[in-house]
């Protein structure tokens, strides 16, 4: 996957206090729930997706994440949710385990 925007915060002191850019995507199913349109194409699965902090933007394949906002597009075969994410913004304070009020899927 490549990512989507020019990455401004790469090597920047972030403001922790600006996280989560989409606070109303912080729970997971609410994550999920955008998928209904993803291409049964694409090589990753849209649960993995929504449980890497990202969801559906509705268009060809991208997808954004609710904490850093990072935009992922253009999925191939042995990408993995977790893996590009933390490739393409490894400052992202969800891929880096902080508290950004994520709500895991409950069943
Ligand atoms: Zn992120």
């Given at each position: 996957?490549?990512?989507?925007?020019?990455?401004?915060?790469?090597?920047?002191?972030?403001?922790?206090?600006?996280?989560?850019?989409?606070?109303?995507?912080?729970?997971?199913?609410?994550?999920?729930?955008?998928?209904?349109?993803?291409?049964?194409?694409?090589?990753?699965?849209?649960?993995?997706?929504a449980q890497a902090g990202l969801?559906?933007?509705?268009?060809?394949?991208?997808?954004?994440?609710?904490c850093c906002g990072g935009m992922?597009?253009?999925?191939?075969?042995?990408?993995?949710?977790?893996?590009?994410?933390?490739?393409?913004?490894?400052?992202?304070?969800?891929?880096?385990?902080?508290?950004?009020?994520?709500?895991?899927?409950?069943?």
């Open positions: 996957a490549e990512d989507m925007e020019f990455r401004l915060r790469t090597g920047e002191v972030v403001d922790e206090t600006t996280y989560p850019m989409a606070p109303h995507m912080s729970s997971e199913e609410a994550r999920l729930q955008t998928f209904t349109s993803w291409p049964s194409t694409a090589p990753v699965r849209s649960r993995d997706l969801y559906y933007l509705g268009e060809s394949d991208q997808v954004q994440c609710f992922l597009a253009g999925w191939e075969t042995g990408d993995t949710a977790w893996g590009e994410h933390t490739k393409h913004f490894p400052y992202c304070f969800f891929i880096l385990g902080h508290d950004v009020g994520n709500i895991p899927f409950q069943g």
